[in-house]
């Protein structure tokens, strides 16, 4: 059994638990063990665009440091958001020695982070550690007849320098959806922001923007959209159902690990959507049994 | 005094005074004259009412504890903080969701936390408050109430905090929902929550009732004292 | 759109520019002007200055540019940060531009609707953090 270092995230232990709960079960069946950090902390989620404010990279650098101390060196994220964050604030500090110095100072009697924890998206584990070889042998319900949109968002492929895939022209989705047996169905929409934390303050933005993102996919006749990250998965589905009063499609969303759950007979734990994904899949005849 | 103690000198609220080396900076303010009306309860470090922050000469660090239990050092500058200004938001208990996190929506700013560990450092009880802090944003209510059940609600925590969070207000509110719907039920409650309203005690309080002042005396001295 | 821009000597600030620069640690004056930032913009419809104005201003040293509501409209999704062909990174000239605002003692042009429960932590920490100098 191969294992790494894991790191939940805010989103993720709270109401995106069913991403963490496939994650867990598909990576299993692949031989992997997500071995969460016995402490973490939130990862700020924004990434702080500004020169001067180190104190923003206090809440990743804890975490990695926590990575350190087992004396690891990447760390898994599902959620794209800390992904992003954790993987540019070591970039940020690690380029620069000076303000790693300055962070650790501030530390003062706690550990110094020596730089080089790598944090990992699910999508890089499966595609360059795993292998899609290996996943599609662990395939026994192929999702076939399946149509599905992925959605990007913006931290997994922006900014260029910590991109796990191409900015404009991304594939990892796709290619995963094709080893599942399901079809994808790309849209110009797919790397574009769902509206993001304006879902926080600005619903009528974010309703905008997932209507445009779910009409690109309705267009192309897709079943349902797919996600990885749990403030997208929000936006496209509970804001979602909301702009689906006045017009939008009501093209249901799920978390990418939940499809791949599916197609390896797994529990794919669709009960915590809003807009439910189980009459589209079994429409598809991909009956998904609900827990009275 | 005896001739034999030493005596140092520490700043209080900027003025220089000299104190028995020995005594807790509770009394050595008392010592120096101060008459403490505020800022004092307990004089055991449950109470929370005492809290102190101090430096010491030649060190940087601002420490934060509670006046009667740290020890008076040479040098030491201190402050006292009577009350920290803090605003408790209106909840009432029954009326919470007991499903969802309630912290969030009554104390948004949970969500600046920085996790700069500010707080923890602070803090007299030792707690992992920045832990505490971070279980709340990420709704887990019975870890906050775990992580926070030794508080004594000095405050220096929200003192310190860059975030400008109330982090024992939040302890709090976790505690009240952990303990009404989360920790396990004690059965012996609920049997003797059953007892009362069955009567069981009626008589027992009535007798009680009927007693004189000096009757009650006698009784609660010779009352039976679980050992 | 912006009004009909007024060169002279009075308006520029380069302090004001250098500012912007050091926050966001990237020239404004490498910016040309071809609007693909603006073009690609999910939230361009929202704001009341194009991400390339927002810049120009920035260039120019017009401090006018702290009181408009575009940069609280970028959500730092940095898909003109991708494609600017002079590798400015706009998002963070936007950060600097707010932060600027916010230090001045400027009220954040977003607020936060906490009241909502079950509102992703990621969307209350990020509107958070944006509302903080």
């Known amino acids: ?292 | 005094m005896s001739a034999d103690v030493e005596m140092i000198q520490v700043y209080i609220m900027g003025r220089p005074y000299k104190v028995p080396q020995g005594l807790t900076i509770m009394k050595a303010m008392e010592h120096a004259g101060y008459r403490l009306i505020r800022g004092v309860g307990c004089r055991g470090g449950f109470c929370g009412a005492c809290a102190t922050v101090y430096r010491r000469p030649g060190d940087y660090k601002l420490y934060a504890d509670l006046a009667c239990q740290a020890t008076a050092e040479d040098g030491m500058y201190i402050a006292q903080i009577p009350s920290v200004p803090a605003d408790r938001a209106p909840w009432v208990l029954t009326e919470l969701d007991r499903n969802t996190n309630p912290i969030l929506a009554l104390y948004p700013e949970v969500a600046r936390c920085v996790a700069c560990n500010t707080c923890t450092r602070a803090c007299p009880q030792e707690l992992e408050v920045m832990d505490y802090i971070q279980a709340a944003l990420r709704g887990d209510i019975s870890q906050v109430a775990e992580l926070s059940f030794d508080c004594v609600q000095c405050g220096l925590c929200a003192v310190r905090c860059p975030a400008e969070i109330v982090h024992y207000h939040v302890g709090q509110l976790a505690r009240r929902v952990h303990g009404a719907y989360r920790a396990p039920q004690a059965a012996h409650l609920a049997d003797r929550v059953r007892e009362v309203e069955d009567g069981s005690f009626e008589q027992a309080l009535d007798t009680l009732q009927k007693m004189s002042k000096d009757e009650l005396v006698e009784a609660y001295k010779k009352r039976d004292v679980e050992r | 759109m912006a009004e009909q821009m007024r060169l002279s000597k009075e308006a520029l600030s380069a302090d004001f520019a250098r500012r912007v620069e050091e926050l966001s640690g990237q020239s404004p004056y490498r910016c040309y002007q071809c609007g693909k930032c603006a073009a690609g913009c999910p939230f361009a419809d929202d704001m009341d200055l194009l991400p390339s104005q927002v810049l120009r201003l920035v260039q120019i040293g017009d401090e006018k540019v702290l009181e408009a509501r575009a940069p609280w409209s970028c959500a730092s999704c940095l898909a003109c940060e991708v494609r600017c062909p002079r590798g400015v990174d706009i998002a963070r000239v936007m950060e600097a531009v707010r932060l600027l605002s916010l230090r001045k003692g400027n009220t954040p042009l977003c607020t936060a609707d906490v009241a909502t429960m079950g509102l992703p932590q990621i969307a209350l920490v990020g509107i958070s953090r944006k509302m903080t100098p």
């Open chain 1, 1 to 292: 059994m191969n294992s790494i270092a894991y790191y939940p995230g805010c989103g993720v232990a709270d109401q995106a638990r069913s991403m963490e709960h496939t994650a867990r079960a598909v990576l299993q069946a692949l031989d992997w063990e997500m071995q969460e950090l016995p402490r973490w902390n939130c990862c700020g989620t924004v990434y702080s665009l500004a020169s001067d404010d180190l104190m923003r990279h206090i809440g990743p650098v804890r975490v990695l440091t926590h990575v350190q101390e087992l004396k690891l060196d990447r760390l898994l994220t599902l959620c794209s958001m800390c992904y992003s964050t954790l993987r540019r604030s070591e970039r940020f500090l690690n380029e620069d020695r000076e303000r790693l110095e300055r962070v650790n100072a501030f530390l003062d009697d706690e550990p110094d982070y020596r730089g080089g924890v790598r944090a990992v998206h699910l999508l890089e584990l499966l595609r360059d550690d795993i292998g899609y070889s290996a996943l599609e042998t662990r395939v026994t319900r192929p999702l076939e007849g399946l149509k599905v949109a992925p959605y990007y968002g913006c931290t997994l492929t922006r900014p260029r320098s910590v991109a796990l895939d191409d900015p404009e022209h991304p594939s990892v989705l796709e290619d995963i959806l094709e080893v599942l047996g399901a079809e994808p169905v790309p849209t110009a929409q797919r790397v574009e922001c769902c509206g993001s934390y304006m879902t926080a303050s600005d619903p009528s933005v974010v309703r905008r923007r997932v209507t445009a993102i779910s009409e690109a996919a309705a267009a192309g006749g897709a079943d349902l959209m797919i996600t990885s990250c749990p403030l997208c998965q929000y936006n496209l589905d509970a804001r979602l159902a909301e702009a689906a009063r006045t017009g939008a499609p009501r093209l249901p969303s799920v978390y990418f690990t939940q499809l791949m759950a599916l197609a390896l007979g797994l529990d794919p734990a669709l009960d915590e959507q809003v807009i439910d994904p189980r009459p589209v899949l079994a429409a598809r005849g991909l009956a998904v049994e609900v827990e009275a």
